[in-house]
């Protein structure tokens, strides 16, 4: 692990001394972790305040709250004096491109934190996770209900005294309607206004979403959405994995670029482990990851264009994305779920044709992209569809937490790629496509762009393909080779200590963020020093993008929330993880 | 054997025979094929192959689908107003499928019969007021699909009725003022009329491009197809109105989405395409009369190509812009038309 130092970017540091005391002091970091500065909890909401407000920090954004539950866990970091839960609030600012934790504490019994909706409406419905998989309240929450396990779930399961085996009897009550009725002044009349229950099963939800709208004929008055019906619990399982096993994990986050995750995740690992991985893997990786990107809109857009009755796109995305999943059975013999990605490299090398296959690709990549936008981009129906619909300005972009194409759609130029480069991305020239009206068609404008970009990174990295391992040669990390374990004790033992023990990454913590292909994928990783990861926390990029919907939708139509789901790509898959 | 028939008897004998001919041809004959020319046009669009594999070229394809749906298991949810639910797949094939009584699908043929030889016009039945019966029939379908909504007893299906009433009102008006221009010109209420002077002097499309393309587009948002399927919508209202269907009664929803598209290709092919004439040829005698029906089928068939090829290309309209396209745009552009071609046709003093 690289020397811990004391964050030195934090410009504001002077000014939150003089302001906080001793409420709020930087904390010692390694260099890979994002800056952090621990807050005392009554002081929560004042610092947050200031770092939203003041012009040398202005942190615009809310990335992510990770709850920890410190019970069992060993170390320098433990829990002392009754301090059981950490709360570690994750901002970035667009201004000065710059990530910040805020750590703060609460208490084991009756653990309360001050809400921080009313500074970052994003923070919403991480507080509603937190409460609900740890347990945390948050004082002063507008909504503060279970978000991703049923309303009839007993006890906080992410807790690490939660007992995983446990079961409950969950009924069919259902909080939503209710809880919307009282939300709207009149009753449902079928002449006035109707309720209108739209998924989990609904086929523009592609996945399983709920949202509950109360409409005026066909104009939504008031939504609620509700997620959770693919909730697995994610990041419990992978507590009680190797942090190896978690990669196929990963891969049905977003399952539509199951690659972007998986390197995500590794790279994360790696950096705690300070391990450097071999030009040739972080190249392939770099492909990968964007012709996944590629996949992703690909899916995006074809259903979001077959939800506003244009089916034919659907196909001509979609055959792209078909001979892309051909490039990756052959890298890893997996389509959907490739779990290519290893901490440490990749699973195997790629196969020999991959360059001239990569060309082939994009070339195609071109061809189908150029058909959905000759079809859709100047259609006047499409036009009327899309513009004016599902608008998000900027501030609310912001406000909200949005990353990704959708923060670019309306007008925020941040890209992980761009603004904190990893694998190739520095070394490749490309551009981030921004509009900044913010409705549906900028967002389709957006994604068609980043595709087009998708495809001249790629081009440029296999020109400059290097040849060489595509996996560590550190062996406490990536398994030895097949002589080396039959033929050297050493190579045995490694072996032998890898599968049987994980991998050793030491004690500490990291926030490590992809640019997912819907926004920034974050994991944030504790680690107890032994071979399984003490808590996972993802930052899935949807999460916020969902939590917003119903506020998006108000005063649209019915049509126009189908327009807006598809263009916002929610995927329940990470969303619910 | 001499079969002696009286006037009146023998007319009744031909009305059947053309009855049994024109449903023969639509029911048996292209319905099967449009659907399965509906899934081919779809996947030579979309780059794939569409079906294949039931029959030659998978012309068979829509038998098994029908046999499939009538083998389904007929459900009636337990809310559903069970008359109305019952009736309204009925009311919505019925109209297409008797629409086709007064469009002249052929020149006609002579028969000798009691020593004289008579030619046969190819219609069912010549009636005075032709168009005035087609739209009458063709509002009707709309109630099939509003009682359907109704009677489902279903939110989503209730918006998909509300949806197709308020559609229908909306391009009802322009379509039966875009069609006023083809009768001022021909002189008659009558089809065989209107298709005897296009093909004496020239196609309406011509003259009348303004009426035909208004007439086009009220006849999309008839038959509810893409770019006017909101009623249906699979993905805002999950197959709205019928939602609640299956087997059978899906089946015969599906049927007279397609009868109706089959009846508005022949009613736009009538009125602005010249019918079963093409300029220049006469058609007289047995072949020339079997020749004018190919004619029209062909003229009917592209007609239909077209409406799948939007189909497979455009996206969808949004409720309210529908309406406003509808009342905004068409009414006062049909409007127009008709002051257009009425003035001329006083002007040149026929």
């Known amino acids: ?577 | 054997m001499t079969l002696t028939l009286s006037e009146p008897l023998f007319n009744a004998l031909l009305a059947v025979v053309k009855i049994l001919f024109v449903w023969a041809m639509t029911l048996a004959a292209l319905l099967p094929n449009l659907i399965w020319a509906e899934r081919r046009v779809s996947g030579l669009i979309q780059d794939r192959p569409g079906p294949n594999r039931v029959g030659p070229l998978g012309l068979f394809q829509a038998v098994a689908d029908v046999l499939k749906l009538m083998m389904k298991e007929d459900v009636v949810p337990l809310y559903v107003d069970k008359v109305l639910f019952t009736l309204a797949p009925l009311i919505t094939l019925t109209p297409a499928l008797v629409t086709f009584a007064v469009i002249p699908f052929g020149s006609s043929i002579p028969i000798t019969w009691n020593g004289a030889v008579r030619d046969v016009p190819l219609v069912i039945a010549d009636v005075n007021v032709g168009i005035l019966y087609i739209f009458a029939l063709t509002s009707l379908a709309v109630y099939g699909i509003v009682l359907a909504g109704w009677s489902s007893n279903d939110k989503y299906s209730l918006l998909g009725g509300v949806r197709a009433s308020a559609q229908i009102i909306s391009y009802e008006l322009a379509m039966g003022f875009s069609a006023a221009g083809v009768f001022i010109a021909a002189g008659s209420l009558r089809l065989p009329a209107v298709v005897e002077w296009q093909h004496a002097h020239l196609w309406n499309v011509v003259p009348q491009f303004l009426g035909f393309v208004v007439f086009a587009v009220a006849i999309f948002a008839e038959t509810n197809r893409i770019p006017f399927d909101l009623s249906e919508a699979e993905a805002e209202l999950v197959a709205g109105y019928h939602t609640e269907y299956s087997s059978f009664r899906f089946a015969m929803f599906f049927m007279g989405e397609y009868a109706n598209l089959i009846a508005a290709s022949a009613v736009v092919t009538t009125l602005y395409f010249g019918g079963w004439s093409l300029p220049g040829v006469a058609f007289t005698g047995l072949w020339g009369g079997l020749a004018s029906i190919a004619v029209f089928a062909v003229k009917t068939a592209a007609f239909i190509f077209l409406f799948l090829w939007v189909r497979w290309t455009l996206p969808r309209f949004r409720y309210d812009q529908l309406m406003e396209l509808g009342w905004k745009v068409f009414l006062p552009l049909s409007f127009f038309h008709l002051i257009a071609v009425a003035a001329f046709v006083a002007a040149s003093g026929r």
């Not at chain 1, 003041?54 to 060993?74: C, G, M, T």
């Not at chain 1, 059981?84 to 910040?100: D, M, V």
């Not at chain 1, 978690?246 to 539509?256: E, Q």
């Not at chain 1, 399984?532 to 919907?549: E, M, Q």
């Open chain 1, 1 to 577: 692990m690289s020397t811990t130092t004391p964050s030195p970017t934090l410009a504001f540091a002077p000014l939150l001394e003089r302001k906080f005391g001793e409420k709020a002091a930087p904390e010692a970091r390694p260099a890979a972790d994002v800056p952090t500065i621990a807050v005392d909890a009554s002081a929560l909401h004042d610092v947050a305040l200031f770092l939203r407000d003041d012009p040398s920090a202005r942190f615009d954004l809310f990335l992510d709250l990770a709850a920890v539950d410190r019970l069992k866990l060993a170390g320098p970091a433990s829990y002392r004096a009754g301090e059981r839960f950490a709360a570690n609030y994750l901002l970035y600012s667009t201004e000065r491109n710059e990530h910040l934790r805020v750590r703060t504490t609460a208490p084991a019994a009756d653990p309360k934190l001050p809400t921080l909706t009313d500074v970052w409406w994003g923070a919403n419905w991480f507080e509603r996770e937190a409460w609900d998989l740890m347990g945390i309240t948050f004082e002063g929450h507008p909504n503060l209900k279970r978000l991703l396990t049923h309303n009839g779930f007993v006890g906080h399961a992410l807790r690490k005294d939660y007992e995983a085996g446990q079961r409950w009897l969950c009924t069919e009550e259902d909080v939503l309607q209710t809880d919307l009725a009282a939300q709207t002044e009149t009753p449902e009349d079928v002449f006035e206004t109707l309720t209108l229950n739209f998924g989990p099963s609904h086929p523009s939800t592609h996945g399983t979403l709920r949202v509950v709208m109360r409409c005026d004929g066909e104009t939504i008055v008031a939504a609620e959405s509700e997620c959770g019906y693919l909730h697995r619990c994610f990041e419990k399982m992978s507590e009680t994995h190797t942090y190896q096993q978690v990669i196929p994990y990963t891969d049905r986050l977003n399952y539509c670029s199951p690659m972007i995750n998986g390197s995500g995740y590794a790279r994360a690992v790696e950096s705690m482990l300070g391990v450097e991985i071999p030009e040739r893997a972080r190249a392939v990786r770099t492909v990968l990851a964007e012709f996944s990107r590629l996949m992703d809109h690909m899916v995006c857009l074809g259903a979001n264009l077959v939800d506003i009755g244009a089916l034919t796109n659907f196909w001509y995305a979609f055959q792209a994305r078909e001979e892309i999943y051909s490039l990756l059975e052959a890298c890893c013999g997996a389509r959907l779920t490739s779990s290519y990605a290893r901490i440490g490299g990749l699973s195997n090398d790629v196969p020999e044709n991959f360059v001239e296959w990569c060309r082939r690709l994009v070339k195609l990549c071109h061809n189908q992209i150029r058909e959905v936008d000759g079809l859709i981009t100047k259609n006047r129906i499409a036009q009327k569809r899309f513009r004016d619909t599902g608008v998000v300005t900027k501030e609310q972009a912001l406000a909200w937490g949005f990353t990704g194409p959708c923060l670019r759609a309306s007008g925020v130029a941040y890209d992980v790629r761009k603004d904190a480069p990893y694998d190739w991305y520095d070394r490749v020239d490309f551009d981030v496509p921004i509009a900044t009206e913010g409705d549906n068609f900028a967002r389709y404008l957006v994604r068609m762009e980043e595709m087009r970009q998708s495809l001249r990174i790629v081009e440029q990295v296999v020109a400059k393909l290097p040849n060489g391992p595509v996996n560590s040669d550190d062996y406490r990390v990536v398994l030895p080779p097949k002589e080396m374990v039959y033929n050297e004790m050493e190579g045995l033992i490694y072996h032998f200590k890898v599968v049987f023990e994980g991998i050793p990454v030491p004690a500490g913590e990291i926030y490590s963020y992809t640019e997912g292909a819907n926004g920034e994928l974050g994991y944030h990783i504790v680690s107890d020093g032994t071979g399984r990861p003490y808590r996972v926390k993802v930052r899935p990029p949807c999460f916020p993008l969902f939590a917003s919907f119903e506020k998006i939708i108000r005063g649209g139509m019915v049509s126009d929330a189908v327009a807006t789901l598809g263009t916002l790509n929610i995927i329940a898959g990470e969303l619910d993880r």
